[in-house]
Every structure is written in C-alpha cells, then in structure tokens.
C-alpha cells in the first residue's frame, strides 16, 4: 500500500497564475478530503468527496479555488487566479469511512508558495 | 471560529521526563477527539483517540486524558524520546467531519 500519494511536493509559483495539486487516495478509500495548513488556523477542511461526488465544499475559501474528483484513484485542486495569502501546505487525506475513529490517512502535502 | 485550540505552539522536553500538550474545545457536540502526530515534510499521522464518554485512554507511553466539564484535553507522553519531536495536532468529531487545533511542537531534548 502506497498510501496517499501527493504532487507535487513543493509549488512555486507567480501571483495569478494557475496552480493545480494532484492527488491519489488509498485504493478502496471512498472518501477524500483536502485540507490547508496554516500557522494561524491550523489544518483547515477545504473540501470532501465521497465516492467521487463532493459532499461538503463549505471550507473553500472562495471561488478562485476549486476541485474535481473524476474518478476514484485522482483528486485535483485548482487555484486559479492564486494569490500570496494562498501560500499553505495542502494535504489530501482518505479514508474507508468518514468520520471513523482512526481518522484518515494523509498524504505528504504540497507546499505552495505564492510569490 | 476556532473550535479547537491549542494555546501553546511549542513545548520544550528534557528526554525522560514527562510531556503535557493542551487543547481546548468549544464545541460541546463533539462525540470523538484525536491526536495527530507530524514530522516535518510528512502528512499527519493518527497516535491515540478518546471518546467523550471516557475520560482517559492508555497506548504505551501515552495517555490522553479528557475533562468534558472544561471542554479540555489532554496528552501525556512518559518518558518523552528525542523521536517524539514533532508538530501535535488534537482534533474533534462532530458528525462526519473533524476539526483540528494549530498544533504544538514538541521539541525533546537529549
């Protein structure tokens, strides 16, 4: 089992530009989170999907962001146009159940840095 | 809105002794609470969990322990190892969804 598999690892990239962060859940995992890291508010819910439908898009900050989950070994979250306050680490996480006592399994995340 | 919170972002631990990470929560619905642990450049990892109808749950060397009238938990590594420095993150279940404090780094020192 490869676990959560996330790329890139780290993103640089320039204000206004598009970003796009990959992810590949645990096979058989039919839930899928991403979240955000961020010094002041800690690990963030962006979005969750559930056999491939979102189920919960409170969390995404606002419309520049937006994600897609066409099938279910493949995640994609989109910035676009990004903005320095975007700059956060990103993790995908999945999970057999949601809400399950063991919680899930996160991926490495993706550094972005928005310059 | 910070349901969960963490006051202390760093914590310092001479090895062997015992170490204390804090959190606080708002959120009196809450039916599961988690502690996460994270290395640097790694994603989080599950440590330990209580339910809300227990006040303490023991794995090895640590122990969480939940005081539902303070809306408080706790977790206590003995003895603390140099591998345990890392980021803590507590989380809280309500529902299907969980929500994470900021995190404590812990730093055990040799």
């Known amino acids: 089992d490869a676990g959560v598999i996330q790329s890139p690892r780290h993103e640089v990239t320039e204000m206004g530009q598009e970003v796009t962060l990959r992810c590949k859940p645990i096979s058989g995992h039919d839930y899928l989170f991403w979240y955000r890291q961020t010094m002041m508010r800690g690990l963030e819910l962006l979005i969750y999907f559930n056999n491939n439908v979102p189920i919960d898009d409170s969390g995404m900050p606002e419309d520049r962001f937006s994600a897609k989950m066409p099938n279910a070994s493949f995640s994609t979250l989109k910035i676009q146009p990004s903005e320095p306050r975007d700059s956060a680490v990103y993790f995908c996480a999945s999970s057999a159940e949601a809400g399950g006592r063991r919680g899930y399994t996160f991926g490495s995340g993706t550094r972005l840095t928005v310059v | 809105d910070q349901q969960v919170k963490q006051n202390s972002p760093s914590l310092s631990v001479q090895e062997g002794r015992i170490s204390i990470l804090n959190c606080d929560y708002t959120n009196s619905m809450f039916d599961y609470f988690l502690w996460y642990k994270k290395y640097p450049a790694e994603g989080p990892t599950f440590l330990i969990s209580i339910s809300s109808i227990k006040d303490k749950n023991e794995d090895g060397r640590f122990t969480v322990f939940l005081n539902k009238s303070a809306k408080h938990l706790s977790l206590h590594i003995v003895p603390s190892q140099p591998g345990d420095s890392a980021v803590y993150f507590c989380?809280?279940?309500?529902?299907?969804?969980?929500?994470f404090g900021t995190g404590t780094s812990l730093t055990v020192i040799p």
């Open positions: 989380a809280g279940k309500t529902g299907n969804q969980f929500y």
